[in-house]
């Protein structure tokens, strides 16, 4: 297997879905925000993941999310299809939809609501593995699905299934990353799914961050990132530190990503603050925190 570093990169943006003042898919706003990832520093694109509200897209309209994306970006950057579901069946039909117009990965979730015990969670990713012949990245994130893959299922998953070659964790749990990255075969790699914990993650061994606000903050993100390999822990450091209000302001506590990020792009002239209920757009007070951190950053005047 080839070195994932290489060929997904470090920095993987997970984009949001742009929507029309008609909740509508603005294909517009989608080039504009790739443009945009492209030229500060995003290596691959997650497309119709959690920052993209996959739960409210068709599939049609993922389909062609997946196509655009691709379309867009060209060989300029990497397309990883979030293709994950709660129903094994529905989740192969999807990534064979992705593979064949062209994407070069699967991001794939762990099943949520239904909440699978662990030999469920093996098996519907062994399952989708043998059907797919693309890399696929395993997605962790308990707090919002209500299940945690233990670290050694992945090992587990990683020993077993040649093209399951990466993890996003974000269990918020640093000792577990830890043991994902100690058992963890060549070639096989942990990327942060917390943007406030990429410095803590690499320090312990993870390759890179899919993130939401490189959408925001990619150049800096991508020059922490460069200053850690290269030895510089305390310019590493001091740019987290920068970084960490703008992370504040997008994952706010009343009110879930990607509405504080979205008000973001929307005072940046990307799209539109729209989402798609059950989302509901920021209100004042949490655009306005939004604004400040953008304003100090030195993002809007």
């Given amino acids: 297997m080839t070195d994932i570093s290489s060929t997904w990169g470090r920095l993987i943006t997970a984009m949001v879905t742009p929507f029309n003042e008609h909740g509508n898919i603005d ?13 500060t520093g995003t290596d691959s694109l997650v497309v119709c993941g959690t920052t993209g509200e996959a739960p409210t897209l068709s599939d049609a309209e993922k389909r062609r999310m997946f196509e655009l994306a691709k379309s867009v970006a060209g060989s300029r950057a990497r397309i990883i299809a979030s293709t994950g579901t709660y129903d094994t069946a529905h989740t192969i039909e999807l990534s064979r939809d992705a593979a ?14 239904n909440r699978p015990s662990q030999d469920g969670l093996y098996r519907h990713f062994r399952t989708v593995a043998d059907a797919v012949d693309l890399p696929i990245m395993l997605y962790n994130v308990p707090a919002r699905t209500g299940v945690n893959i233990e670290a050694w299922n992945v090992a587990r998953l990683f020993r077993d299934a040649a093209n399951i070659v990466a993890v996003k964790e974000a269990s918020g ?9 100690a058992s963890a075969p060549k070639g096989q790699h942990v990327y942060s799914g917390d943007d406030g914990l990429l410095l803590p993650i690499m320090a312990v061994g993870g390759t890179g961050i899919v993130s939401v606000t490189s959408h925001l903050v990619g150049a800096d993100m991508k020059a922490m990132i460069a200053a850690h390999i290269e030895g510089n822990p305390s310019k590493a ?27 973001a792009l929307a005072l940046l002239g990307f799209c539109t603050p729209k989402l798609r209920l059950p ?6 007070r949490e655009t306005d925190i939004v604004r400040t951190a953008l304003r100090d950053y030195g993002l809007i005047a």
């Fill in 27 to 39: 294909e517009g706003a989608v080039r504009s925000v790739i443009e945009h990832l492209l030229e």
């Fill in 173 to 181: 749990n640093l000792m577990q990353v830890s043991d994902i990255v």
């Fill in 100 to 113: 064949s117009l062209g994407a070069d990965g699967l991001l794939l979730i762990t099943p949520y609501y």
């Fill in 279 to 284: 989302l509901v757009e920021a209100n004042q």
């Fill in 237 to 263: 450091a001091q740019i987290h530190a920068r970084m960490l209000p703008i992370v504040r302001a997008c994952f706010q506590p009343t009110t879930p990503s990607p509405a504080p990020l979205k008000a």
